[in-house]
């Protein structure tokens, strides 16, 4: 399975728990309007489930990102130590295309 791929599942995966928790979140205020008791308290631990698997989920999320962040400032910094004159290059040509988009406002 590629990189690609498994970010894929991961983000889905993600979403999918996000809906869970705001469908429990709507199933309690359903709850709360029109009564209290054990209904109510069943649907609160629901939440806080929901809650702490997503924030688990969000922060492993959050990591994976930041080492994916991590890793492609290295190879950007690997590669501007090897190919020094192809990254002015690179930059000059960026730079000119942005003056240019700015110019025609």
């Known amino acids: 399975m590629s990189a690609q791929s498994n970010t894929d599942v991961s983000k889905d995966k993600l979403v999918a728990d996000l809906k869970v928790v ?5 199933e309690l205020l359903r709850a709360t ?3 209290a008791g054990e209904k109510v308290a069943a ?5 806080q489930a929901s809650l702490a698997t997503a924030k688990v989920k969000l922060s492993d999320a959050e990591r994976a990102l ?4 991590k ?3 290295k190879a950007t ?8 004159w192809q990254a002015v290059g ?3 040509l960026a730079g000119l295309v942005l003056g ?3 110019s025609r406002r």
């Open 90 to 92: 690179a930059a000059a």
């Open 100 to 102: 240019v988009l700015i």
């Open 33 to 35: 309007a029109s009564q």
């Open 77 to 84: 910094d690997e590669y501007v130590r090897e190919n020094p």
């Open 71 to 73: 890793l492609a400032a």
């Open 22 to 26: 705001v469908a429990d979140a709507e």
């Open 43 to 47: 649907a609160r631990e629901r939440i």
């Open 66 to 69: 930041l080492e994916k962040s």
